[in-house]
């Protein structure tokens, strides 16, 4: 089914088709007046985090980073863009040179990430900038928004997923989505968190996303009869066609099925449940599609599911073979934001990079450009992580065997390729191996259990260090 | 303010930049399919409206509209749509004549919607679509996802403005938005429900709506004292300041900025408390600054903030000006998914409009074309909502005065003309109207009361017949 589509997976990258320069808060843009005015053209380490993982989730699944890999190497300002800002008030004495600076510029920085479908966990940063420090900042508001609602949602259709136990779940959220991008952005996400495509074509078109259809309640309702209804889809979709039987009665329509178009020779490939008990519904659509010969038509269910939801009706002996998840999955309905943070760590003084941190009540940062380490036990098990400085060697963990997770993605504004032929298909693979790899207790859906972070000690230590300098400065 | 923003209005309609024409689910585009080949060209009529109020929402505030209006006059099918479709498993057999009909494909039906900012409840169509039934159905997925969203936010901003008691709100939620589209989206959609304005900047040069930015945390940390960057972002903002305070020590850093920065000649626009205590730092830092002689230095506050914690901060004397609302605004965090719906009511038969119902397990719905009169008492409150059909004339309630708010927006495929000079604007004051317009308790934050909305007799009783008719006719 891939090769067809692969000759259409036409060559507009997503954030090309868009201005983006002023995607943004506006207070990256005045923050960089002020350090243009001030000349301040030293470089600067930034870090993009999640402060705590939020309720009823005990790991992440990251992803978006290609996405934000776009926005970084297409990000200019517009003619149009730099107007709006002159005309701005707030920007009112500021003088030409600075928009002259936006007409050229570029992000030039080097990146550091995770690779798409990595396991994260809270305060771990899953992308580091450095780059001259306008550049860093203005970049900030994009690269949240991109990465962390990613990464909401690829945690969600993993939480789904393992719920699900191997059955087949499909994204049918695009229309209860946060917008059309929305909608495009969590059937990506998706599909790195394990779902097995989605509804929405534009992924298709533009990720290659394997895409699936069924029939709505007003198909069958345009018709005067739902047996003329059916009848007319087959005629086009043969071989394809999910039917949909609840619009006036399930097991009737179910009945009528396998009486009109049943039998062993049957082509219809599903029947979808969208209301009713789902349990007991299925068990009996099963038993009237066996009767019938049509052992190899499955039945596919929908209707406000959630992990919860699917982890029960499986439980309960529900005979159901797919199941298509809406709202809850592209909303991350239960837990809908991630508190993602995109913190200052370093900058550079006279050719030297000086840590920085932030005290703010309850939202101290660790200072320093910094790495994750994740530890694996010889049962290829992950056993901690830990986060330690980028001037620290690898950590030496009795049996354990540490893996670095940032890894080069972007050097001088330039995407560094991937090894791989299919890298979303990678991030989905990669997915699929954290899950296997996390500490079975995490993959509970009640979250009971954490994942074990540590701060390396020099990462400590230089914390208390620079803490203690700050608060003796403001005396 | 407003003027010279205006002249960088540019003429770059939202939805033009996108290919949307598969911006949408398959079953839309596999249903279309069958229609064509079935020779279906008859017209339907389908509504749009969200099924009940979701917990914590006593009213919805509607917006979007301008956005699914601009969507169904520029929807077309590239080539290398309709060159997806074509290699796609599920298309094998579609003949090439509906292809043929996709690359001349228009929107050329009519539309009836309520205006942006009306005050809008469970059940009521909020938006109805009349057009050949292909064109309906193929445009369902991207007015459910435009529409509900911009509701589900304008919706969110007018509770958090409701408990801000007339202090300024300004959206601060790009960052945590579902996606760079859906922060561009929620800045709009927040205007519409009442914020004073965005920090998003895209939503400034595209709907010029105010654009407001305070400081980053890391702006003071690149400086080696906070002094430091205070005085080189007042260099360069002189008048529009809003210094940032919390970073290493709120209240030491108010102190610093009366001594260093204050008098009564003090340009200071503002100060910003991100953290801490804000009722207790509110207050320390008004008497500090009041001391100072900087009575006109406001104090803004920002921080995790939503409408229940802005209502606790006012109601314990919080010496706060206005709010900067993030995360819970532009992803209703309490409540983040409205259940919109778009369902077929009639369809063309023989040139007579036939009404359609479904009978599903709890999602009943209402057949034939439908409008929603508002009645309003003689103290200008909103009294009840009836939901009739449109062949029926002006309900007739003593002493009520009705209005239809479902009107005409959107003829031949043409956008109708709007009236207002501003529509933006316009649907901004329309949603203050209707909130100074409904009952009092529905104010309320917490939810307690309803709204009455009531079905015609008439509709009552033609779903009851209908609903015999169908039952009947599957024995």
Known sequence: MALPRLSFCVDIRFMMRRSIGVATDLYELTMAAAYFEQGMTQRAVFELFIRSLPQNRSFLITAGLDQALEYLESLRFTADEIGYLKSHPAFENISGEFFEYLREFRFTGDVWAMAEGTAAFGMEPILRVEAPLIEAQVVETYLLSTITFQTLIATKAARINIAAGGKDIVDFGTRRAHGPEAGLLAARASYIGGCLGTSNVEAGLLFNIPTFGTLAHSFIMSFEAEEEAFRAFLASFPHSATLLVDTYDTI??????????????????????????????????????????MTSTTIFASGDLNEEKIADLLARGAAIDAFGVGTELVTSYDSPALGGV??????????????????????????????VWRLTNQHEEYERDIIALTSESEPDVGGLRPRPLLEPVMKDGRIQGSDSANPLIAARERAKGELARLPKPLLELDCKHGYPVMISSLLEKKRGELSEKLIANRM
């Open 252 to 293: 009737n329509a179910v009945e009528m099925i396998c009486e009109k178009f049943g039998g062993p020779e049957s082509n219809i490939a599903a029947v979808r449940l969208d209301s009713g008990d789902l349990v007991d519904l299925s068990k009996r659509t099963r038993a009237l599609l066996d009767a019938a010969g």
């Open 342 to 371: 995109y913190k200052l760590a370093a900058t550079e003084v006279n050719g030297l990079a000086v840590p920085r941190m932030k005290l703010s009540g309850g939202k101290t940062t660790y200072p320093g450009a910094k790495q």
